[in-house]
């Protein structure tokens, strides 16, 4: 599990360190983390260490300290390093340490920020030591200009020919949020001191923060709450209840779907094959019987009826995916939220949801459904409010509701009533295409009716009790995601084809479990 601290968390594990004398020991450790981070991107890159360019981009605060000390262990190993000072204020012993080895430093302020950025263009590699945890708001003045410079000559990440290497985080995202106001640097790698920061999982700042590496600096956070956790491979599989050879169809889990209508019948059939591919018990599908034809072309397995919730005896439900204008999936949809078991509620069913529910009914709108949800409640947020800061508008929807919240998007933010976040950033924009979020449910469906009945469960993820669903739903999303960019290696997705990933997926996770299991 990687768990990000909020910055007001970290500084306060930094607290007693930095009182017992041992705050430029942590900055020490920080830059050094900082420079390996760097030195192993130069060899991997096959650019080498000696002869090679490096820019430090330096702050006024502890960031850009960070940034010059590990400038000056590049120095040390032959790399050639200008520090741009993109402040008026610069730590003093660090720049001093910087320019004893040998490095160059100009002042942002009465430069040309065109011609600097050129140079950090051209350059290997780019430390974005700017701003930390201390910023706020996005950035300013001379150091905003000069990175609109940069991003203009150098291109976007991906094509650009320098590395850039955030330096704890993209400087000028939320810390706490990943909202991102202005201009930033795209970074190749963030490399994360002590901790990750919730904004280096969340939203835009997610984005900006390319692949994280933590770098154990000595913070001891047992105290503190994770502000946001992600669940790795290695988590998910610890979830998965896989069969015994005690288990027969009903004791595996059986889920209900009341998915698809007339109007979009194609919805029910890829809930149903994701769900099956997932693997459990048995699909029990209620609803028109023209989309169970439907579903029975591709799935044959799929037990079909045209009843009600009460007589389709299952562990789990999932309603809503493409039903819509249908007045029985309707009524399926509320008995299956009151019968109290686990319930995924997509699309067509988020009306249905009552007032108060229980963290076991697992929401699963994208934002513009999150903002009729909010709307219908008194709270006011519209699509782009919500994309700016998922995590703010997920734990709002799950504290109204009840309910556990799966926001979709690049980022996938799952919200526990509790106040528990996690943040999944496995998919492939590949994903966001018509019926993606069908095969997202019917994972997300299946998981819940194996895991219904599986009381250890939370523990074997880590988790409390009341937090399980949410770990359900970001496990799903991770399924997902990891499907969604195993099929994109083959091209552009084609969703019904995102059954054959998902097994493909479940079995690569399963295997991981056994290896753990013998290691
Ligand atoms: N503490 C420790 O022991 C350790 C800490 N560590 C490191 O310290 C980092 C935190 O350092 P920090 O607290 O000095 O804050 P940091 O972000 O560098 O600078 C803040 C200054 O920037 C300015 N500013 C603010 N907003 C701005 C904006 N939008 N645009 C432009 N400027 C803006 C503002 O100055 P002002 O503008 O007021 O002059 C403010 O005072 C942390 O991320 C980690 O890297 C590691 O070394 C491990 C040990
Ligand atoms: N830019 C993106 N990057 C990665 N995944 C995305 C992106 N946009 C959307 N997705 C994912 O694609 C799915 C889209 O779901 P949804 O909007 O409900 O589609 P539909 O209703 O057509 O099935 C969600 O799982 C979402 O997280
Ligand atoms: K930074």
């Given at each position: 599990m990687l768990s990000a601290f909020s910055g007001g968390d970290v500084r306060a594990a930094e607290g007693p360190l930095i009182d017992a004398g041992l705050g430029d020991a942590l900055m020490q450790k920080a830059a050094h983390g900082l420079f390996t981070v760097v030195l192993g991107m130069l060899r991997d890159g096959g650019r080498g260490v000696y002869g090679a360019t490096a820019v430090v981009l330096a702050g006024s605060g502890n960031n850009g300290a960070d940034a010059l000390y590990a400038g000056e262990r590049l120095l040390r190993r032959g790399v050639a390093v200008l520090a741009v000072l993109t402040s008026e204020r610069v730590h003093a012993a660090s720049l001093g340490a910087f320019l004893r080895a040998g490095g160059t430093s100009v002042r942002l302020d009465g430069a040309d920020p065109g011609a600097l950025a050129l140079h950090a263009a051209g350059a290997d590699v780019v430390i974005d030591g700017i701003l930390g945890t201390g910023g706020s708001g996005g950035l300013r003045g001379h150091a905003s200009a000069f990175v609109e410079a940069f991003n203009d000559l150098a291109g976007p990440r991906g094509t650009r020919s320098a590395l850039v290497v955030a330096c704890?985080?993209?400087?000028?995202?939320?810390?706490?949020?990943?909202r991102v106001d202005g201009p930033l640097?795209?970074?190749?790698v963030t490399v994360a001191f002590g901790a990750a920061k919730p904004g280096l999982l969340l939203g835009a700042g997610a984005l900006a923060a390319g692949e994280v590496d933590v770098v154990d600096i000595g913070l001891d956070l047992a105290a503190f709450t994770p502000a946001v956790r992600t669940l790795l491979d290695a988590d998910v599989a610890a979830l998965l209840r896989a069969p015994t050879p005690h288990d027969h169809k009903y004791s595996r889990g059986v889920l209900g779907i009341a998915a698809g209508s007339a109007r979009y019948p194609g919805a029910a059939a890829l809930a149903v094959g994701a769900a099956l591919a997932t693997g459990l018990g048995m699909v029990r599908y209620l609803g028109p019987g023209e989309v169970a034809s439907l579903v029975h072309q591709r799935n044959p397995e799929a037990v079909a009826s045209t009843g009600s919730v009460d007589e389709a005896r299952s562990q789990a439900w999932l309603v809503g995916p493409g039903a819509v204008d249908d007045h029985d999936q309707r009524r399926r949809a509320a008995d299956a939220i009151a019968s109290g078991l686990p319930v995924v509620v997509d699309a067509g069913a988020l009306p249905e949801v009552p007032e108060r529910v229980g963290p076991q009914v697992i929401l699963t709108p994208h934002a513009g459904e999150l903002s009729g949800l909010l709307a219908a409640r008194g709270v006011d947020a519209d699509r782009s409010a919500i994309e700016a800061e998922p995590a703010l508008f997920a734990l709002r929807a799950a504290e109204t509701t009840g309910a556990t919240v799966l926001l979709k998007g690049f980022t996938t933010v799952v919200a526990a009533p509790s106040g528990t976040l996690f943040a999944q950033t496995d998919a492939s924009p590949w994903l966001s295409t018509a019926g993606s979020g069908d095969t997202l449910s019917g994972i997300l469906g299946a998981l819940a009716a194996t895991l219904a009945e599986d009381d250890g469960a939370a523990a074997r993820v880590g988790v409390a009790d009341e937090d399980l669903w949410a770990a359900v739903a970001a496990a799903g999303a991770a399924i997902h995601g990891r499907a969604g960019r195993r099929a994109a290696l083959r091209g552009p997705i084609v969703v019904s084809d995102l059954p054959t990933d998902i097994g493909a997926v479940m079995a690569h996770l399963y295997e991981e479990r056994r290896l753990a299991a013998v290691m």
């Open positions: 704890d985080l993209p400087s000028g995202i939320g810390v706490d949020t990943g640097l795209d970074a190749d």
